[in-house]
């Protein structure tokens, strides 16, 4: 996958299955379309929590923060889905929870 095509915004991967290659095999809802975690990432669908507070999505998503600002108020992050192969980018209020992936150096 090019790092240009997955640089825009919306689902991004899909013929290559960027996405299916990031998740784990095991946590997402059926059918879990594409996923093999071939590359050792082993994304879960931690779903995300809304401003107000509530969670949703567990299961079916998972949203991770780039570290990316797109301003003061709002971020890049990249999204995964229990029946996509892709991976979904756009900014959002940084008011919305999100997952956070530490890497080490």
């Known amino acids: ?3 240009e095509d997955l640089d825009g915004s919306g689902w991004r991967g899909a013929n290559t299955n960027a996405g299916g290659r990031l998740k784990a095999t095991v946590l997402w809802d059926y059918p879990n379309t594409g996923a093999n975690d071939s590359t ?5 669908p ?11 999505s567990i299961g079916t998503m998972g949203q991770w923060w780039s570290t990316t600002e797109e301003n003061s108020d709002r971020s890049w992050l990249r999204q995964l889905g229990y029946s996509n192969t892709g991976i979904y980018r756009a900014n959002s209020y940084k008011r919305l ?7 080490e150096d």
């Open 1 to 3: 996958v090019l790092a």
């Open 40 to 44: 050792g990432y082993s994304a879960y």
């Open 46 to 56: 931690g779903g995300n929590r809304a401003p107000a507070g509530n969670f949703s």
């Open 97 to 103: 929870g999100a997952s956070i992936r530490c890497i």
